[in-house]
């Protein structure tokens, strides 16, 4: 087993999952904002250092993907942010995109820019306890969207970012994340992610990508936000279609981002896509907003209370590890 493989295995084994810390200042200032907190950076700093030392890390978080400002902080406790999630048994993780811009020729799509720089920048990263990191590629659903363009030059890039970090001796996490944004359904979001995620390995094999050393970072098939929701039964059956089609048997686990589902949807969906497993794979979650919503909104109500916001997002990390093993019920999420 390389080394490589025993981190991913690391990270996602067990029904642990991924807690996605990583939003950039931007976003981060958003999602603050709306629950009428101030983007300071000690306010930023104060949200996840309560999250990073709660006790539902211990037993379900196996990674956390940090921002570039978070992973150079340090905690109250006089720790380094890296060293308060090593302790609670997770591997600290890092974002090492540097954000989307407009794609040259098709500009209303995206590419995500950080290559240049980026194996001094990794460097930097494993030095400060960094054993994973992510890169997110996205792309909409429309008449003519993705492109060929937009869908060959987002692998490419990902596929570069792959090869320069497993050569600094970290597992890649790559993920390409087609947008809920439409009204297009499901069946259209299952075609155009396969060929997203097909289109991705066919560059990861050129580039000599080991793929027992990666964590592949999906969105899961579902209709556009504009359309009718189906059952998460029917998103379990179309979503493991789609990864049984595209994703080569080496790798090791799948981590879903949860892409604007409600907490209890992502949970729920992952725990039919588990019960339904009929793949090799590791599935988890990988999430942002479905872990954290729930416990900022209980934090920005008083920022003194720790207790509340880690028993909210205890219970939410602890249902989304019970969903990565097939057993959360509605009865255990209402407990
Ligand atoms: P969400 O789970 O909120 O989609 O975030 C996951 C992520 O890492 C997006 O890049």
């Not at 340090?74 to 591997?91: F, M, N, T, V």
């Not at 990508?209 to 969105?219: C, E, F, M, R, T």
């Amino acid at each position: 087993m390389s080394e490589l493989n025993k981190i991913a295995l690391q990270i996602i084994s067990n029904g642990k999952g991924i807690l996605a810390a990583d939003e950039s200042n931007g976003t981060m200032t958003k999602r603050l904002e709306a629950v009428n907190i101030k983007s300071t950076k000690e306010n930023r700093l104060s949200f996840r250092e309560i999250l990073f030392s709660s006790d539902g890390m211990k037993d379900c978080i196996g990674g956390v993907i940090l921002y570039d400002e978070t992973i150079n902080q340090i905690s109250s406790s006089g720790k380094s942010i890296p060293d308060l999630i090593s302790i609670s048994g997770a591997i600290p993780g890092i974002k090492v995109d540097i954000g989307t811009k407009d794609l040259a020729n098709s500009p209303k799509e995206k590419i995500t820019e950080g290559l240049d720089g980026l194996r001094d920048r990794l460097k930097k990263y494993y030095a400060l306890g960094a054993r994973f990191t992510k890169w997110r590629g996205v792309y909409s659903i429309g008449e003519k969207y993705p492109s060929e363009l937009a869908i060959s030059s987002n692998a490419h890039a990902l596929a570069r970012y792959s090869a320069l970090v497993q050569e600094s001796g970290m597992v890649p996490i790559i993920e390409p994340e087609v947008l809920m944004d439409g009204n297009h359904s499901a069946e259209v979001c299952l075609n155009k992610t396969s060929e997203v995620i097909k289109k991705c390995f066919e560059e990861l094999l050129l580039h000599k990508v080991d793929l027992s050393g990666i964590i592949l970072k999906p969105n899961m098939i579902l209709p556009g936000n504009l359309s009718e929701k189906i059952s998460s039964e029917e998103v379990s059956i179309k979503t493991l279609e789609c990864l049984k089609n595209s994703v080569p048997n080496e790798v090791p686990g799948i981590a879903f981002l949860s892409g604007g589902q409600s907490e209890i949807e992502a949970t729920e969906n992952l725990n039919l896509i588990n019960k339904n497993n009929n793949t090799n794979f590791i599935m988890t979650y990988s999430y942002g907003r479905a872990l954290q919503q729930s416990a900022l909104k209980v934090w920005s109500k008083d920022i003194k209370n720790i207790e509340a916001t880690q028993t909210t997002f205890n219970h939410r990390a602890k249902m989304c590890t019970l969903a990565a093993q097939g057993n959360w019920s509605n009865k255990l999420e209402n407990k």
